[in-house]
């Protein structure tokens, strides 16, 4: 199972190459979720996005905003190299799909 979920995020994330530029906010004020860096970050209504979504059994209606592909956490900004990001660095309101989705993610300046 986790071998088949491994194998439609990374052809998701193929398909999602290009991501929708919107304003960053400061990490400062992440105050909805939790800082993650995330591989890519996509628009919600994207039709690539709901269909990876779906094949993952997460409700898509009404969800809006942007959703992280492939995260990990950032537990405190600027300490350690460990806490850095290199890709996209976004505050996600829902983080409970194991690092393989975001959801609510707004992205954010470090």
Avoid: H, R, W, Y
């Amino acid at each position: 199972m986790f071998s088949k979920l491994s194998f439609a995020v990374v052809g998701a994330l193929a398909i999602l190459a290009a991501a929708t530029p919107t304003p960053n906010e400061p990490a400062s004020q992440c105050a909805t979720g939790n800082l993650q860096c995330c591989q890519s970050a996509q628009d919600a209504s994207d039709p690539a996005v709901a269909t990876l979504l779906g094949s993952l059994g997460i409700p898509v209606q009404g969800l809006t905003g942007l959703v992280g592909l492939t995260c990990s956490a950032i537990s405190v900004v600027g300490v350690g190299s460990g806490d850095s990001c290199t890709e996209t660095p976004v505050c996600c309101s829902d983080n409970a799909f194991a690092g393989v989705v975001s959801l609510g993610c707004v992205p954010v300046d470090l």
